[in-house]
């Protein structure tokens, strides 16, 4: 590693922390309905969609009506990106005259870009037409980001009430998250992606001809402004099949840290927010610390496994599949990124990360998108955890666990053990049964642990609510499309619906003032527990199924051993 690759390390993480205060002070503003320096300049337009939404505004809704809510307002987005696919060759904005998608490419789209996870089995700029890129695809990214958002509100204002019954309005939530965060953010980062090269254009695909006398078509089309909210809503998905290790899509260095920032900041932010909204700040501290603990070993580990001399090949680095435009280190920032903040988007290719950090990649996704997370559903994710600290803890001392002032019961526990068991099983079934078919076998492009690791990788990424793909895998088939649309449906309602029950429940109880008995978690010792827990409840239920993958696969590399 070169002096300049360490200094991008250390201004990744110096922008990154700079920006987070301002950030969440701005988002918790905005959620307490209080003034911006956007409100002269939107205030106007949210009230204009509360009126002709028929939306009561001032009227809040209990956690079940919030789910409800949640749950109709989803079903809509699905349905219509669903119809977009089957009906788009009918449709205008279609150019290259592309054909209705498959009805089970159809289902797996639309339930991916549903539920934030974005996983595409599809070549974008060879499947969907401009129409459906921009009114299904980037309408969803900031829906379904902004949904997200929503449910983490909803815990904040649950654990800061006293003897509430409401914990807001679903739709002012999501109108406000859309109107005041993730368009304004998005259109600034797309201002300076178009600067940088990106197309942003309804042009059809152009055919030139190459240096060598062969003709190439070019794909074209509006991608800077989905970009912007793919990475920023922690969506992931690509305009382009390369995703952003295609040249149209991330052109310059500066597009590359940026696009790198965008997958992280909107998570990191939220922490604060959170700090701000629940009245506890230094516990929000201790949560971004403990997310950006698991960050830099991630990264570390990713590190030593690509600069690790390779027995096999006879290598050191490992350049085969990285993106050898911006260098190994940005290729691995960005994967160890994406897969801790649900994000999904790569700019290399992961089946060509070294065996050790393909599972870390792995490992990343298995903790639960918590470590910044996806938008939203990332932190809320951490705060189960954080309940599960406390409530262990508490067994230990022999006291009833409280958090943030409110005691931990039996429904709350019911309710985060769910959060983390479900998705956990979607993964580890959804992969056994793939390893047991001829449907899920004869999509393999490697046999072997690599091969294991190519489908764990792909349930894990839908039951993670990821997208990020390991390639190799033919998945636009039936079986991996409508199985991984599955886990992705099943994985975020338990992500969702947990959750807003905790929020109901804590809104209902009062906080307790703190006392001698009080187990505080602001400290380094509730840093500690709550790593220790999430190691152990989190990610040791996917050691098993590490083992037989890329640890076995790091191991025959070691020893000069292919297969």
């Known amino acids: 590693m070169s002096t300049f690759d360490w200094l991008q390390i250390f201004l990744f993480i110096t922008v990154l922390v700079a920006l987070t205060p301002p950030l969440g002070m701005f988002m918790a503003r905005v959620y307490e309905g209080k003034r911006t320096w956007l409100t002269p300049a939107l205030g106007w337009f949210e009230r204009i969609t509360y009126r002709l939404s028929c939306i009561q505004s001032k009227q809040e809704m209990s956690w079940k009506e919030y789910s409800r809510a949640w749950l109709w307002f989803n079903l809509l987005g699905f349905l219509i990106v669903f119809l977009l696919q089957s009906f788009q060759s009918a449709l205008p904005l279609n150019p290259q005259k592309l054909p209705n998608t498959s009805w089970h490419l159809a289902f797996n789209t639309a339930a991916s870009f549903m539920t934030n996870t974005n996983w595409q089995s599809y070549a974008g700029e060879t499947t969907l037409s401009y129409l459906t890129q921009m009114l299904g695809l980037t309408v969803q990214n900031f829906v379904s980001a902004a949904s997200g958002l929503a449910v983490f509100v909803a815990l904040a204002r649950g654990l800061a009430r006293s003897t509430a019954s409401t914990i807001g309005n679903f739709w002012v939530d999501l109108v406000r998250s859309v109107l005041y965060i993730l368009l304004p953010l998005s259109l600034i980062l797309a201002i300076f992606l178009v600067g940088q090269g990106v197309v942003q254009t309804f042009t059809p695909y152009h055919t030139v001809k190459t240096l060598e006398g062969v003709e190439q078509v070019i794909p074209l089309g509006p991608a800077a402004s989905q970009i912007a909210i793919k990475q920023l809503g922690t969506n ?215 091969g294991f690791s190519e489908m764990l990788y792909a349930f894990t990424s839908a039951g993670a609510n990821n997208g990020s793909a390991f390639a190799g895998l033919s998945a636009n088939t039936p079986f991996y499309n409508v199985s991984l649309g599955i886990i992705m449906l099943l994985s975020r309602a338990a992500a969702i619906f947990p959750i807003l029950a905790i929020a109901g429940s804590m809104a209902a109880k009062k906080i307790t003032p703190p006392s001698v008995g009080t187990f505080s978690t602001d400290t380094l010792v509730f840093a500690i527990l709550l790593i220790a827990v999430i190691v152990i409840v989190g990610a040791l239920n996917f050691f098993p199924a590490l083992t037989l993958g890329p640890i076995v696969e790091h191991m025959l590399m070691m020893a000069g051993r292919s297969f």
């Not at 900041?265 to 927010?273: C, E, K, M, R, S």
């Not at 230990?396 to 039996?410: D, F, H, I, N, Q």
């Open 236 to 450: 992931g998905g690509g305009f382009f099949n390369a995703n952003s290790a295609h040249p149209l899509e991330n052109p310059t260095p500066i597009s590359n840290f940026l696009e790198m920032l965008a997958i992280l900041l909107i998570g990191a932010t939220q922490v604060y927010a959170f700090g701000i909204l629940s009245k506890c700040r230094r516990h929000a501290w201790v949560l971004f610390s403990v997310m950006l603990f698991f960050w830099g070993v991630g990264l570390g580990a990713s590190l030593l496994g690509e600069y690790t001399h390779n027995a096999t090949m006879g290598i050191t680095p490992l350049l085969e599949g990285k993106e050898a435009r911006f260098g190994v280190v940005n290729s691995l920032i960005w994967s160890n990124s994406t897969t801790d903040a649900s994000n999904g988007s790569v700019n290399a290719m992961h089946s060509s990360l070294s065996p050790l950090v393909g599972g870390i990649a792995l490992f990343n996704m298995h903790l639960g998108e918590i470590v910044f997370g996806g938008v939203g559903v990332g932190l809320t994710g951490m705060i189960v955890f954080a309940i599960l600290t406390v409530f262990l803890s508490g067994l230990m001392v022999g006291r009833t666990p409280e958090y943030l002032g409110k005691k931990v019961e039996a429904w709350e526990m019911k309710m985060a053990i769910i959060a983390v068991l479900v998705p956990s099983i979607c993964m580890l079934v959804g992969t056994g049964i793939a390893c047991v078919l001829p449907a899920g076998l004869s999509s393999l492009a490697n046999k072997g642990p690599h």
